[in-house]
Structure formats: structure tokens, C-alpha cells
């Protein structure tokens, strides 16, 4: 019995390809946790099984950004995209296309700062470390 993972014969897929794909896998599965989490949660009326709740979910938020984090270290593409997109104000859709657009041409994303955004400074000073 095969796995639904893979959409061409596993046999045939490198090993990288292999665990690029149970990566994604996990991080759906991770995501949908968050969901029922979530649904769970809003209905849960028990306090002390709330906070059982909450804590669980909170794992959840962790497995699924290190799992994200694993994928963008394989895919420079996508971690250049995502970096365009996420944490940055104005207009998600916007932000997606000029992402997409600088990742294609090899040209930094650029977007505007964001009041109170980092300047980077403390990831500087940690590499001079």
C-alpha cells in the first residue's frame, strides 16, 4: 500500500523530494490541528479543559512555523516570496505580487518599512558576534 502523498512513483523521486513532500504533509496536518483547535476552543466551556486546549494549541503554532521554516530553507524561492508577504503592512495581494515579481527577476522584494519596523540592526550586531 502506497502513500497519497506523492503524485509520481515514490520509487522514482529522489530521497530530497521525499522529504520536501513529508514536510508539506506534516505542516498540512499541522494546520488542520490549528483548525480543530480553534473550533474546539470556541465551543469549550470546561476552564481547565480550555487551558488543555490552549496549550496544545500553541504546539500546533510551533510544529507548524518550524516545519514552514524547514521548507523555506529548501525552497530560496519560496523563503524570498515569503519574506516579501509576511509581517509587512499594506495590502496582502499587493505585496504578494511584487514579491512574486522580484523573486522571479533575482531582485529583493521592495517593500515599503513599516513605522517601527527593525532596521535589522540586532541581527547585524548578533553576526558580529
Not at 504578494?96 to 540586532?122: F, H, K, R, V, Y
Amino acid at each position: 500500500m502506497g502513500f497519497e502523498q506523492y503524485h509520481e512513483p515514490a520509487g522514482e523521486l529522489s530521497a530530497e523530494t521525499r522529504t520536501f513532500a513529508r514536510m508539506c504533509a506534516n505542516l498540512t496536518e499541522e494546520a488542520e490541528a490549528i483548525g480543530w483547535y480553534e473550533q474546539r476552543i470556541s465551543l469549550e466551556r470546561d476552564p481547565a479543559a480550555r487551558a488543555i486546549m490552549l496549550d496544545s494549541l500553541a504546539e500546533e503554532y510551533k510544529h507548524f512555523s518550524m516545519e514552514l521554516e524547514y521548507l523555506f530553507r529548501a525552497k530560496p524561492q519560496w523563503r524570498e516570496i515569503a519574506r516579501g508577504i509576511l509581517f509587512q503592512d499594506g495590502d496582502i495581494v499587493a505585496n504578494g505580487e511584487a514579491a512574486e515579481s522580484a523573486a522571479a527577476s533575482g531582485t529583493e522584494s521592495e517593500q515599503p518599512a513599516s513605522p517601527g519596523a527593525s532596521l535589522g540592526i540586532g541581527s547585524l550586531k548578533e553576526q558580529n558576534q
